[in-house]
């Protein structure tokens, strides 16, 4: 998606006609395994659970008048609509309650979504707390490569947010989708605990120069990891095609059947909407979702390795770092830890490994820091510290911002190529 430089069925069609005058102007690769749906893909009971389409402007979006894009929504299976509410630090009136009201009058979940850089994320988590203030009913962050490295910034806007719009407010992560091109990320910090409930992975098929089928297979096979409902974010822009089109719909039941969602309503075509209202006759036949995770051994680097780490800590592997280096420190914990759980002892962090670890809620350094504290309860906080971010035992001890070894890793790629 796109920040400052680049990037329902059941509507209530009584009221068009009362709001058709009302306007709304913006502001200044893996194996397949077994049949059944993916971990991770169950359907939530959220507004993440409707069909939905993205607003970049709402006035280039039907004219910005609330009764067109209601009725267009209504035709083409929208439930759920995401509008932009801010870039950075700077909230968007675009996103407005009067706006919000005239579309949940006419049956539309109203989702807010800000773009985030990490310079500034208090100022950011100020933005999504107005945005929820104004009546939205999810917030999606669409954090990409400026926050690549950025664990204490990452850490600090999530732990604001939740200050503002509570623990049980619904959250999206929408972001990469192709976590391994991407080691310096902090997936683990944004979709950890007191993060990020759900993962909308920018799966823009077409300008990432690939098949429908690739792209769910890679994005599913890194973002089952994070133990988040996932919810496929497909594009509308640069005409992709009916049949392409489709065919994700059809792939997104195959995987589980949560809804996607689209980018963007400006840049929608007429085939496109009418794609997106069609019948698509239900999952891919005969295809085997990828239900497998990736393999982690010596050597491999990054926010897996993180992700690993944390949960090796919270399994009692007191020892290991959490560095995003899976050196010989970690390839003893796991074969520690594959031995207490009466695995196979290879050292390696394999599906049977995974599964096991995954049990755990992992345990997260407190990349931010934190002030020195009177009178507190002391934590050991060796190999980076243990203490949750949300709370719970801390220093005495003031401890500086810090961040992994694997956050200067620079990304293997980018999914959409950058212009020069």
């Not at 507004?47 to 929504?73: C, H, K, L, N, T």
């Not at 083409?76 to 579309?103: H, P």
């Not at 600090?156 to 990320?185: M, N, T």
Request: hydrophobic residues 40%.
């Amino acid at each position: 998606m796109r920040g400052r430089s680049t990037f329902g069925k059941g509507i209530r069609r009584a009221f068009l006609a009362v709001l058709l005058a009302i306007p709304f102007a913006m502001p200044a690769m893996a194996s397949a395994g077994a049949s059944g749906p993916p971990e991770g893909s169950a359907q939530s009971g959220s507004p993440f659970d409707r069909q939905g389409m993205w607003v970049w402007y709402v006035s280039r979006s039907d004219g910005g008048e609330a009764a067109r894009m209601i009725a267009r929504a209504d035709r083409a299976g929208i439930g759920t609509v995401y509008i932009k509410a801010g870039d950075g630090g700077a909230r968007w009136s675009q996103f407005s309650s009067s706006l919000v009201e005239a579309l949940h009058a006419g049956g539309l979940d109203v989702c807010a979504w800000q773009y985030v850089y990490g310079t500034r994320p208090l100022a950011e988590a100020r933005v999504g707390g107005a945005a929820v203030r104004h009546g939205a009913d999810c917030l999606a962050i669409d954090a990409e490569s400026s926050y690549e490295g950025r664990y204490a910034a990452a850490e600090r806007y999530v732990r604001a947010l939740r200050a503002r719009i509570g623990e049980s407010f619904p959250v999206s992560l929408a972001g990469f989708p192709y976590v391994d091109y991407h080691p310096a990320f902090p997936y683990s910090v944004f979709l950890g605990p007191g993060g990020a409930d759900y993962v909308q992975p920018q799966m823009y098929w077409k300008a990432i120069g690939t098949s429908v089928r690739a792209v769910y297979e890679h994005t599913y096979l890194f973002n089952r990891l994070w133990g988040r409902p996932i919810y496929p974010l497909g594009q509308t822009w640069e005409r992709p095609g009916r049949r392409s089109i489709l065919r994700f719909r059809r792939f997104a039941q195959s995987y589980g059947g949560a809804p996607p969602s689209w980018w963007d309503w400006q840049e929608t075509a007429p085939a496109g909407w009418r794609a997106l209202g069609a019948s698509v006759g239900g999952p891919i036949a005969g295809y085997l979702p990828v239900v497998s995770r990736p393999v982690l051994k010596r050597h491999s680097r990054g926010d897996l390795v993180v992700w690993a780490q944390e949960h090796l800590r919270a399994a009692g592997q007191a020892t290991v770092p959490v560095n995003g280096a899976f050196d010989r420190a970690t390839y003893e914990g796991v074969a520690a830890f594959q031995g207490a759980s009466g695995l196979p002892v290879d050292g390696t962090i394999g599906e049977a490994t995974w599964q096991a670890l995954l049990a755990y809620e992992p345990l997260s350094p407190r990349w931010a820091g934190s002030r020195a504290r009177r009178g507190g309860a002391a934590a050991s906080r060796g190999g980076g510290g243990t203490a949750g971010r949300m709370g719970g035992a801390t220093d005495e001890r003031a401890v500086p911002p810090h961040r992994p070894l694997s956050a200067s890793l620079p990304a293997r790629a980018y999914e959409i190529p950058r212009r020069p």
